[in-house]
């Protein structure tokens, strides 16, 4: 019960000044998002035994050039199309190899479009059309925290059968249906209460958001397995790093900015 306690009150300050810096304007969003990226980044590098300075820079410089100040459009598309490559290439390092391979030019190439990409392209996401769209975002972290939540208490207390026990033994199979009907729940009472997407749009991201978000929730699991810890870190009691509590939506970013881009496209 106190773990529980713990967990809920420092889940619920996180959720707060991510949605207070949200509603604040999309300069405090971003200034925000830096300041996790950075964190992240930090935490990241000790998993992977990387001491480097160089991350924080880039950070700051795509996320003004590429999110903020659109330096140009084609210069994203091309960022996304080796997110995506980096992305799936983690993916089938996680499901067919036993450990993945982090020697050091990996080390740069996961920081740049794995990590440092996942808080560009989320930045990107509620101005992916040129205005700022406070609910997209939210929206879309409403999905995040809803498979999150659901996964974990439907897996707590009916999971038995392992999702992928040699990854991260707590995760069940249970939990991710769990998480899976959580997260269609959230995205129809989004729909209801925003109607910015089509409701078809919104269960095509709720799918992204728990296939995706469990994939780079077990990436970054591995990561910490290859690493011998627990956490990514301690700044969130109950939780762990930021990292820890980001890893879903670092890895589905840039799948919903490609998403919503292709659906303007076609549309």
Do not use: C
Request: hydrophobic residues 55%; glycine residues 8%; charged residues 15%.
């Amino acid at each position: 019960m106190k773990e529980l306690i713990v967990r809920s009150i420092s889940g619920l300050l996180y959720i707060s000044i991510i949605l207070f810096s949200m509603f604040a304007s999309r300069e405090w969003f971003l200034v925000l998002f830096f300041l996790l990226g950075s964190i992240t980044i930090y935490e990241f590098q000790k998993l992977v035994h990387l001491k480097s300075y160089i991350a924080y820079p880039i950070l700051a410089v795509l996320l003004y050039f590429l999110s903020y100040e659109v330096w140009d459009q084609n210069a994203i598309y091309l960022y996304a199309i080796l997110t995506v490559f980096v992305n799936l290439f983690l993916l089938k390092d996680l499901l067919v190899v036993s450990k993945i391979p982090m020697f050091e030019k990996k080390k740069y190439i996961a920081l740049i479009f794995y990590l440092i990409s996942g808080f560009v392209f989320l930045t990107l996401i509620p101005y992916h059309n040129g205005t700022y769209q406070i609910w997209l975002i939210i929206g879309v972290f409403i999905l995040i925290w809803a498979n999150d939540s659901f996964a974990y208490l439907v897996g707590k207390n009916f999971g038995k059968r392992k999702l992928l026990e040699r990854i991260s033994p707590k995760k069940t199979v249970e939990g991710f249906i769990g998480g899976f009907a959580g997260t269609f729940l959230a995205g129809f009472l989004i729909f209801n209460y925003t109607q910015l997407l089509t409701l078809g749009a919104w269960f095509f991201l709720a799918v992204l958001v728990t296939v995706l978000g469990t994939f780079g929730d077990l990436i970054q699991s591995k990561f910490k397995r290859q690493a011998g810890v627990k956490d990514s870190g301690s700044l969130m009691p109950g939780h762990g790093g930021i990292y820890d509590r980001l890893d879903s939506v670092i890895y589905v970013s840039p799948f919903i900015y490609a998403f919503l881009e292709i659906m303007d496209y076609v549309s």
